[in-house]
C-alpha cells in the first residue's frame, strides 16, 4: 500500500513556449501545497522535437519561434542552477500564455528583469551556444518516457509519462486527486496510455 505521507519526486518538464505544458506546471504547483512532493523543473523543447519534421507553416512558425525562451532557460540554468527554471518558466508564462504576450525578445527581457538576472542572458535566445544543454535536457526527457514524446513530460516517482494534457489547471482538492490518480498509474507498471479529445484551453 502507498504511504500517502512519504515525499514523492517530481519533474516537470516544460518547453516555456508550449501552452499545455503550462497548464500542467500550474496545476502541480497547486498539489505542491496539498501533497508531499519534490517538484523540480526541466527544459525539454518543441523546436528540438520537431527540427526535422515536415510541419503546417503555423506550426513551423511556432517551433521556430520557441527556440528564444528555450535557450534562455538553458542559459539561465547553466548560469544559475536548475532550481533558477521554477522562477523564471514562471515569469516567462505569466507573460506568454497568461498575458498573451508573444513579442518574445520583451518577453525575455521583462522575465530577467524581474528576477534581476543578467540582461546578457537574452542573447543566448538567438545563439547556439547553449543548444548542447538544452538538446541534453530535453533527451533526458524522451529517454525517461521511452519513446519521442511532446511537452509536458512528468514523472511521478521516477515514472515517466507524456502528460498529463490538461485544458485547465485544477485546484485544491480536484488538483490532489488527480495528482493522486496519476500517482497510482506510475506504480502500475502495466499502464501504458489513457487520452480523449481536448477541450478549449483556460489559461487563466
Known amino acids: 500500500?502507498?504511504?500517502?505521507?512519504?515525499?514523492v519526486p517530481v519533474v516537470c518538464y516544460f518547453d516555456p513556449a508550449c501552452p499545455f505544458a503550462w497548464v500542467t506546471?500550474?496545476?502541480?504547483?497547486?498539489?505542491?501545497?496539498?501533497?508531499?512532493?519534490?517538484?523540480?523543473?526541466?527544459?525539454?523543447?518543441?523546436?528540438?522535437?520537431?527540427?526535422?519534421?515536415?510541419?503546417?507553416?503555423?506550426?513551423?512558425?511556432?517551433?521556430?519561434?520557441a527556440w528564444g525562451p528555450a535557450r534562455v532557460c538553458a542559459a539561465a540554468e547553466a548560469g544559475h542552477g536548475t532550481a533558477i527554471l521554477?522562477?523564471?518558466?514562471?515569469?516567462?508564462?505569466?507573460?506568454?500564455?497568461?498575458?498573451?504576450?508573444?513579442?518574445?525578445?520583451?518577453?525575455?527581457?521583462?522575465?530577467?528583469?524581474?528576477?534581476?538576472?543578467?540582461?546578457?542572458?537574452?542573447?543566448?535566445?538567438?545563439?547556439d551556444r547553449f543548444d548542447a544543454a538544452l538538446r541534453a535536457s530535453h533527451q533526458a526527457a524522451q529517454d525517461a518516457v521511452g519513446e519521442e514524446a511532446g511537452t509536458p513530460v512528468v514523472t511521478v516517482d521516477?515514472?515517466?509519462?507524456?502528460?498529463?494534457?490538461?485544458?485547465a489547471a485544477p485546484t485544491g482538492e480536484a488538483a490532489a486527486r488527480l495528482f493522486d490518480a496519476v500517482r497510482t498509474l506510475a506504480g502500475?507498471?502495466?499502464?501504458?496510455?489513457?487520452?480523449?479529445?481536448?477541450g478549449a484551453l483556460d489559461l487563466a
Do not use: C, Q
Open 188 to 198: 502500475l507498471r502495466a499502464f501504458a496510455e489513457l487520452k480523449r479529445g481536448r
Open 25 to 65: 506546471s500550474r496545476w502541480l504547483l497547486e498539489v505542491e501545497r496539498l501533497r508531499p512532493i519534490d517538484l523540480t523543473f526541466r527544459i525539454m523543447s518543441l523546436s528540438v522535437l520537431n527540427e526535422h519534421r515536415e510541419l503546417e507553416p503555423w506550426y513551423r512558425e511556432f517551433n521556430d519561434r
Open 1 to 7: 500500500m502507498e504511504d500517502s505521507s512519504a515525499v
Open 158 to 167: 521516477g515514472a515517466a509519462f507524456f502528460g498529463p494534457v490538461l485544458t
Open 86 to 127: 521554477r522562477d523564471l518558466y514562471t515569469a516567462l508564462g505569466e507573460r506568454i500564455h497568461r498575458a498573451g504576450d508573444k513579442d518574445y525578445p520583451a518577453v525575455i527581457a521583462a522575465a530577467l528583469d524581474e528576477l534581476g538576472l543578467p540582461a546578457s542572458l537574452a542573447g543566448a535566445a538567438t545563439g
